[in-house]
């Protein structure tokens, strides 16, 4: 992080403009740094949704939303989804830098070690209704792992902080997938180490005792490159909610928990499960006008799910990648005449055609296509945010262990411009009218 400018801000009226450092990270929009800009002037800045503020420095992933561009440890995504697995991808976030054939093993196989959870763990579940919602029992059950994970507390321990990153990767597919096995009324499946990451959590899904399972390879590819494509995404929703939850010294386990929480939601990594729902409701190519009407009326709170981002202004470079596993896995099973993905393909030309959503600058994002692979796969539309929070652990380990090694860290407290009742004063409850 390089200070070779300072911004002159006239803060107040006839003053001399207050100075401050200007930062230059290695890739991106320079940032001011205010944090002495309280101390100078009495004033806070107000930026709600953060539409202007960087909340942190950080390492690990770069986007550029007006090129379409993501780099994780400066690869980009196209790159690393065409030459790794995500195992190499979770070193890269987690390391820095991608392993050699040694360090990728010796990952593997610690990775492995910690598939299974203990027991008294698997007990939650049955406390959960059979219908629960896989993402409410994967909250719980994550959160509950600080239970089991007492010496973690000591985050300052970058050891401590490396077993609790391993443990967290190995068994989100087991936890997600026995959430999905409970809902079936399946028995839950112990993972098998001779599979790879993706085809064993595909077999905990999806493997019966009746039966022998091999998970189909282009199957696991496709769902390889899904965890790929969210393993990170700089400071989203989510990873800022693990970095202020862990600021504070909390468990890592707890915090994952809260990122998993945010994630849940419609606007966030909900968006895919939201994106299949609404294709169903839509469900004939002769009802498209009709919801594109109301994604643009604005009396209407209805969205159209799977457009749109924060950050992307011209393409999500993930929805590209996701759109040929798309293609691919539609291939592979035979099913180009799907339904819903034709439907998909009709409202994703006609919103591209639209003058509403071009002067938005409203793409489909990786959500647009994610469900349907996932649907493809057979995986139901109420655990595709469960995959997405399995494939996002890595990030948020990679975020939250970055925050507390980092020297300048301070516990998250943001200010706010109070709107409320100015100081009164409290009657005797006889006087109050
Ligand atoms: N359908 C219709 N109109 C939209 C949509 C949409 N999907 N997204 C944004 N707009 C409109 C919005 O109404 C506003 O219009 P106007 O300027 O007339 O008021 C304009 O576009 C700008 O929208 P915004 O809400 O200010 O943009 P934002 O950056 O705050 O929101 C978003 C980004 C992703 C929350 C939003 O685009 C959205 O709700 N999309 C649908 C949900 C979705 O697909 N989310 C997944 C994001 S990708 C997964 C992830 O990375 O987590």
Redo the contacts with the bound molecule.
């Keep these: 992080m390089d200070q070779k400018k300072v911004a002159k801000l006239n803060l107040k009226n006839n003053e001399l403009p207050t100075e401050f450092p200007i930062l230059s990270g290695s890739m991106g929009p320079d940032v001011i740094d205010i944090r002495k800009l309280h101390a100078k002037s009495g004033m806070f800045t107000y930026d709600p ?1 953060f539409l202007s503020t960087a909340s942190s420095s950080s390492k690990i992933t770069f986007i550029d939303g007006e090129k379409g561009i993501l780099l994780y440890r400066g690869y980009p995504i196209e790159q690393l989804a065409e030459h790794c697995d995500f195992m190499e991808v979770c070193w890269l976030l987690m390391k820095g830098e991608l392993p050699t054939a040694d360090e990728k093993d010796s990952f593997v196989k610690s990775i492995n070690a910690h598939s299974m959870v203990n027991e008294q763990l698997i007990k939650f579940y049955q406390g959960f209704r059979r219908d629960a919602h896989p993402m409410a029992v994967t909250v719980g059950v994550v959160g509950a792992l600080s239970a089991f994970y007492h010496e973690a507390l000591d985050v300052s321990d970058s050891q401590n902080r490396e077993d609790s990153a391993i443990h967290l990767i190995a068994k989100l597919p087991n936890i997600t997938a026995m959430a999905y096995k409970y809902n079936l009324g399946h028995p839950f499946n112990y993972p098998q180490n001779h599979l790879s990451y993706a085809q064993n959590f595909m077999h905990m899904m999806f493997a019966v005792p009746a039966e022998e399972y091999r998970p189909n390879p282009v199957l696991a590819r496709a769902l390889d490159r899904i965890l790929i494509l969210h393993a990170d ?1 700089e400071q ?1 929703a989510s990873t800022s909610t693990v970095r202020l939850a862990g600021s504070s010294g909390a468990s890592p386990f707890a915090c994952i928990s809260a990122g998993i929480a945010c994630l849940w939601g ?4 909900g ?1 895919n499960e ?2 299949l729902n609404m294709l169903e409701e839509i469900g004939d190519e002769s009802r498209i006008s009709q919801y594109i009407t109301r ?2 009326d ?1 009396n209407d709170s209805f ?8 950050v992307y202004k011209n393409f ?1 470079p993930r929805a590209k990648l996701m759109r040929e596993t798309c293609h691919e896995v539609l291939d592979e099973l035979g099913l180009q005449d799907d339904r819903l993905f034709k439907l998909a393909m009709k409202l994703e030309k006609i919103a591209l055609e639209d003058e509403y959503f071009i002067s ?1 600058k ?1 793409y489909p ?3 647009f296509y994610s469900g349907i692979v996932q649907r493809a796969l057979g995986i139901p539309a109420s655990m595709f945010t469960a995959i997405f929070a399995t494939a996002r652990t890595v990030g948020w380990v990679a975020q939250w262990s970055e925050m507390i090694s980092d020297p300048e860290q301070k516990i998250g407290r943001p200010r706010q411009l109070y709107t409320g009742k100015s100081t009164r004063k409290v009657l005797p409850i006889s006087e109050r009218t």
């Design positions: 949704g995404h989203n419609p606007a966030h990594g968006a939201a994106c994604a643009k604005s969205r159209l799910v799977g457009f749109g981002h924060r999500d938005r409203l994002n990786v959500d």
